[in-house]
């Protein structure tokens, strides 16, 4: 079955960059997502790319995608405190309305 | 802005009751789904709906169920609560490429 996986949790210092990797399953993606959650909040759309990019750039987010092996990457420049949350990886298959979740790495700032 | 309201931050019932879980969406979202959210696990669709009266199972409706008898609401319900249910609950309403998220009900069943 479709499945997404990444790392529980990923420890940076402030002002470094932090890479978030995902892996999935599923060869049909359409659309893979990144999400934010912050502590006590419900989850943001930070970004997202359409399968047939491998690239896309928005400030200090920068989302790699490799088709061929399946991975996706999220990298965060100069990264804040205020960017500490967990960050959920999905995949849409069907009809873009059923997303395939990662199970959210909890990105960590170090001062 | 799209707003997705869930009706209670907090709740916490006992073992056996029913448990209604309340989700409004301002945007006109054919679809909304309902997930529970637990540490290590990410989010796991519980049921989701892409119109209203209709309904599908997600990978865990066991225990649960739902109601759309409006565009607007999607009500998710626990028959009879159990331990094993205490979790984060995740609404979300989408049109087309981006879902929207209300804030989370953090439900603790004793």
């Known amino acids: 079955g479709e499945d997404v996986e990444q790392s529980l949790f990923l420890s940076v210092r402030e002002g470094d960059s932090s890479v978030i990797n995902c ?16 502590p006590g909040a419900g989850l943001q759309l930070l970004t997202y790319i359409f399968s047939n990019m491998d690239m896309k750039q928005d400030q200090r987010l920068t989302v790699l995608l490799n088709k061929k092996d399946k991975h996706l990457s999220l990298r965060i420049a ?30 960590i700032i170090k001062p | 802005d799209v707003k997705v309201t869930q009706s209670s931050r907090y709740l916490v019932k ?18 909304m789904f309902w997930y529970r959210q637990d540490p290590g696990l990410g989010l796991r669709l519980i049921y989701f709906s892409y119109d209203v009266k209709m309904k599908e199972k997600g990978d865990i409706p066991e225990g649960y169920s739902v109601s759309r008898e409006k565009k607007e609401r999607f009500s ?35």
């Not at chain 2, 448990?19 to 054919?30: I, P, R, Y």
């Not at chain 2, 159990?82 to 804030?103: K, P, R, V």
């Open chain 1, 78 to 107: 100069d990264t804040q405190t205020g960017d500490s949350a967990i960050y959920f990886c999905a995949e849409s298959i069907r009809s873009n309305y059923q997303l395939i979740w990662g199970a959210g790495t909890k990105l």
């Open chain 2, 76 to 110: 998710l319900i626990l028959e009879s609560a159990s331990t094993n249910q205490t979790s984060m609950y995740l609404c979300a309403s989408s049109y087309n490429t981006e879902a929207f998220f209300g804030q989370g009900t953090r439900l603790t069943v004793v």
């Open chain 2, 14 to 31: 006992r073992t056996g009751e029913k448990v209604f879980l309340e989700c409004v969406q301002d945007m006109d979202h054919e679809n």
């Open chain 1, 23 to 38: 892996t999935y399953t599923d060869s049909s993606s359409t659309y893979l997502y990144w999400y934010k959650q912050e």
